[in-house]
């Protein structure tokens, strides 16, 4: 393997590369002609410049149009604090065949949700004043999108569609405020469909709370709705349909979420307990189904760190897949609040079981949640009647 990638893989302490524990430790190799044994299959030798393809059945090559992807972001809208962007509205766009080429020039060393390791290990003493016992050390990157917004305003997209791309679908990064994103299509998108928010910057090591003295640098008061978001991460597995990281008041409401390799929808980050600036978050009315097909530890709907007056209610959970080579075979939950997801309220959720995770967490207040839940709950979650209609629309 090379370097610098290799390091940062295979000094982590956790997860090991081994798990010694059940040696149940699967690996997934690509990248070499010797692998190709199916249609649909394709391998590119750089030192020749020769693609090679397996047809599908009734594929004709002769006639055949190919995409072959040249940018990493096909648009990128930027402000600032002081001058955001403001009322832009996209309606019935496609944001098609993007690439990123990061993971084949310098390897890819993913963290979680696909935030990858740009440096590790690296504090003078290990642990920090929150955790004195942190080995787990990681400086992160952020995969690119189709389409970036950063220093934004009252921008929206509506019946658009984020389809065949190489990273994350759309991001709004940072510094955004009274966004919506509604009746949109997110699929095969070899990361997270929709991302939302600040994370860690490459300087800061990611388990330190970030706590901006601007909180105009934030993500707030953006709606997330009525969209169909299936078959992300599809490349990348450590990636989610919808994910937000340090964020106020985002509402992610009536959206159906489904087959996906790890989790459905994730808000939080930083696995810190203190008070930050998450809060008032809203997960609410989700179908969330088909998920955890290759990773585990993970949730249909899943959360991090302390957030005061977040609501995880009325969603309807079910369907996880149960892969046979995961290392532990309990991590597969509805609902997981892993570490140090505090101060939030569960209500009223109908999952096919009442399995949930909860990883050092603070006060939460849990109620009415699992499979005795009234199916009226059931009924009403997903996508909205109105906006049925993205779901026969041709793709």
Not at 90 to 104: A, D, K, L, V
Request: hydrophobic share 35%; aromatic share 12%.
């Amino acid at each position: 393997f090379h370097q610098p990638a290799s390091r940062l893989e295979f000094e982590h302490p956790w997860p090991p590369a081994v798990i010694a524990e059940s040696g149940n430790s699967p690996f997934r190799l690509s990248g070499a002609i010797e692998f190709l044994d199916h249609e649909g299959e394709w391998y590119y030798d750089q030192e020749i410049c020769r693609l090679y393809y397996i047809p599908r059945q009734g594929e004709d090559l002769t006639k055949a149009e190919v995409m072959v992807p040249y940018l990493e972001t096909l648009i990128q809208v930027f402000g600032s604090l002081d001058r955001p962007v403001e009322h832009i509205h996209f309606e019935g766009i496609g944001f098609m065949h993007s690439t990123w080429m990061r993971p084949s020039e310098l390897g890819y060393v993913p963290l979680q949700a696909g935030m990858y390791l740009l440096d590790a290990y690296k504090l003078p003493i290990d642990g920090t004043p929150l955790k004195a016992n942190l080995e787990n050390q990681a400086w992160i990157g952020r995969q690119p999108a189709a389409v970036q917004l950063s220093g934004v305003a009252h921008t929206s997209f509506e019946r658009c569609r984020f389809q065949h791309l190489g990273a994350s679908g759309l991001d709004y990064v940072m510094a955004s405020c009274n966004d919506r994103i509604e009746g949109c299509i997110f699929n095969d998108i070899a990361g997270s469909g929709i991302v939302v928010g600040k994370f860690s910057d490459p300087g800061f090591e990611t388990h330190l709370p970030y706590q901006p003295k601007d909180e105009r640098e934030l993500s707030r008061q953006m709606q997330i709705r009525n969209n169909w978001v299936y078959d992300c991460a599809n490349e990348y597995w450590g990636c989610v349909g919808i994910i937000a990281g340090y964020v106020q008041n985002v509402c992610v409401a009536h959206n159906e979420v489904c087959e996906l390799p790890y989790s459905g929808i994730s808000i939080g980050w930083g696995w810190i307990r203190s008070a930050n600036c998450m809060k008032d978050n809203q997960m609410i009315a989700n179908d969330v189904h088909h998920f955890g097909r290759h990773n585990y530890s993970c949730g249909g709907l899943y959360t991090l760190s302390a957030q005061t007056g977040t609501l995880i209610a009325e969603n309807y959970v079910h369907d996880i897949y149960h892969p046979d080579y995961v290392h532990d075979k309990t991590q597969g939950h509805y609902i997981y609040l892993d570490e140090a997801s505090s101060w939030m309220t569960i209500r009223d959720n109908w999952c096919s079981e009442a399995k949930f995770g909860q990883n050092q967490p603070g006060l939460n207040h849990w109620e009415n949640n699992g499979p005795q839940v009234d199916d009226s709950i059931k009924a009403k979650a997903g996508i909205q009647e109105h906006w049925q209609h993205i779901k026969i629309m041709p793709l």
